[in-house]
Protein backbone atom coordinates (compact mmCIF):
# COMPACT_ATOMS: atom_id res chain seq x y z
CA UNK A 1 0.00 0.00 0.00
CA UNK A 2 1.57 3.43 -0.96
CA UNK A 3 1.30 5.85 1.57
CA UNK A 4 2.94 9.43 1.26
CA UNK A 5 2.76 11.49 4.67
CA UNK A 6 3.77 14.96 5.10
CA UNK A 7 4.88 16.63 8.77
CA UNK A 8 6.66 19.91 9.53
CA UNK A 9 3.82 22.63 8.69
CA UNK A 10 3.04 25.18 10.57
CA UNK A 11 2.45 29.08 11.51
CA UNK A 12 5.45 31.35 11.34
CA UNK A 13 5.75 34.98 11.05
CA UNK A 14 6.68 36.69 7.24
CA UNK A 15 10.51 36.06 6.74
CA UNK A 16 10.75 33.01 8.64
CA UNK A 17 11.59 29.13 8.04
CA UNK A 18 10.47 25.72 8.04
CA UNK A 19 10.99 22.83 6.71
CA UNK A 20 8.66 20.01 5.28
CA UNK A 21 9.08 16.22 5.37
CA UNK A 22 7.19 13.16 3.35
CA UNK A 23 7.87 9.73 4.05
CA UNK A 24 7.19 7.26 1.44
CA UNK A 25 6.45 3.90 1.55
CA UNK A 26 4.73 0.92 -0.44
CA UNK A 27 6.79 1.68 -3.74
CA UNK A 28 9.90 1.64 -5.17
CA UNK A 29 11.47 4.99 -4.26
CA UNK A 30 14.20 5.45 -6.96
CA UNK A 31 11.81 4.86 -10.15
CA UNK A 32 9.76 7.82 -9.01
CA UNK A 33 10.53 11.23 -9.21
CA UNK A 34 9.26 13.26 -5.96
CA UNK A 35 7.62 16.64 -5.56
CA UNK A 36 5.99 19.29 -3.83
CA UNK A 37 2.83 21.18 -4.58
CA UNK A 38 0.53 23.56 -2.70
CA UNK A 39 -3.01 24.88 -3.01
CA UNK A 40 -4.29 27.59 -1.15
CA UNK A 41 -8.14 28.43 -0.58
CA UNK A 42 -9.89 29.52 -3.55
CA UNK A 43 -6.66 28.74 -5.73
CA UNK A 44 -5.40 26.12 -8.10
CA UNK A 45 -2.97 23.69 -7.43
CA UNK A 46 0.42 24.44 -7.93
CA UNK A 47 3.58 23.14 -8.53
CA UNK A 48 6.35 23.91 -6.16
CA UNK A 49 9.73 22.07 -6.56
CA UNK A 50 10.73 18.78 -7.75
CA UNK A 51 13.57 16.22 -7.82
CA UNK A 52 14.33 13.05 -9.90
CA UNK A 53 16.17 9.89 -9.00
CA UNK A 54 19.45 11.78 -9.87
CA UNK A 55 18.81 14.29 -7.53
CA UNK A 56 17.92 16.78 -10.65
CA UNK A 57 16.00 19.75 -9.35
CA UNK A 58 13.30 22.27 -10.54
CA UNK A 59 11.71 25.23 -9.16
CA UNK A 60 8.84 27.37 -9.60
CA UNK A 61 9.95 30.63 -10.35
CA UNK A 62 7.54 31.94 -7.06
CA UNK A 63 10.34 30.12 -4.67
CA UNK A 64 13.10 30.08 -6.86
CA UNK A 65 15.94 31.22 -4.65
CA UNK A 66 13.91 30.78 -1.25
CA UNK A 67 13.14 27.06 -1.43
CA UNK A 68 15.69 23.75 -1.08
CA UNK A 69 14.21 20.05 -2.32
CA UNK A 70 16.27 17.40 -1.34
CA UNK A 71 15.68 13.71 -0.62
CA UNK A 72 17.60 10.50 1.19
CA UNK A 73 17.15 7.97 -0.72
CA UNK A 74 18.36 5.36 1.98
CA UNK A 75 15.06 6.88 4.18
CA UNK A 76 12.84 6.92 1.33
CA UNK A 77 11.80 10.56 2.38
CA UNK A 78 11.71 14.19 0.54
CA UNK A 79 12.36 17.33 2.32
CA UNK A 80 11.49 20.97 1.52
CA UNK A 81 13.10 23.79 3.48
CA UNK A 82 11.22 26.72 3.19
CA UNK A 83 13.36 30.13 4.30
CA UNK A 84 12.29 33.99 3.62
CA UNK A 85 8.29 33.03 4.03
CA UNK A 86 5.87 35.04 2.64
CA UNK A 87 2.29 35.39 3.50
CA UNK A 88 1.48 34.07 0.29
CA UNK A 89 3.29 31.06 0.72
CA UNK A 90 0.59 30.26 2.41
CA UNK A 91 -0.97 27.05 1.54
CA UNK A 92 -1.65 23.28 1.86
CA UNK A 93 1.53 21.54 0.98
CA UNK A 94 1.63 17.91 -0.82
CA UNK A 95 4.15 15.70 -1.51
CA UNK A 96 4.01 13.46 -4.70
CA UNK A 97 5.36 10.63 -6.57
CA UNK A 98 5.33 10.24 -10.13
CA UNK A 99 7.16 7.60 -12.40
CA UNK A 100 9.70 9.19 -13.69
CA UNK A 101 9.21 7.14 -16.99
CA UNK A 102 5.99 8.70 -17.74
CA UNK A 103 7.30 12.36 -16.92
CA UNK A 104 8.42 14.72 -20.12
CA UNK A 105 10.55 16.47 -17.68
CA UNK A 106 10.36 17.68 -13.91
CA UNK A 107 9.43 21.38 -14.90
CA UNK A 108 6.33 19.97 -17.08
CA UNK A 109 5.20 18.23 -14.37
CA UNK A 110 4.67 21.21 -11.94
CA UNK A 111 3.27 23.60 -14.96
CA UNK A 112 -0.39 23.70 -14.73
CA UNK A 113 -2.92 22.52 -15.01
CA UNK A 114 -1.87 19.93 -12.22
CA UNK A 115 -3.13 17.14 -12.36
CA UNK A 116 -4.23 15.15 -9.42
CA UNK A 117 -5.27 11.70 -10.39
CA UNK A 118 -1.03 11.65 -11.81
CA UNK A 119 0.98 9.59 -8.98
CA UNK A 120 0.60 9.00 -5.60
CA UNK A 121 -0.48 11.79 -3.67
CA UNK A 122 -0.11 12.74 0.45
CA UNK A 123 -2.65 14.62 2.84
CA UNK A 124 -1.00 17.55 2.62
CA UNK A 125 0.72 19.94 5.50
CA UNK A 126 -0.31 23.52 6.33
CA UNK A 127 1.50 25.82 6.28
CA UNK A 128 0.68 29.57 7.49
CA UNK A 129 2.56 32.97 6.93
CA UNK A 130 1.50 36.00 9.25
CA UNK A 131 2.76 39.66 7.93
Known amino acids: QVQLVESGGGSVQAGGSLRLSCAASGYTYSSYSMGWFRQAPGKEREGVAAIDSDDRTRYADSVKGRFTISQDNAKNSLYLQMNSLKPEDTAMYYC?????????????????????????WGQGTQVTVSS
Open 96 to 120: AAAPSHLLLSLMWWLLPPINADFGY
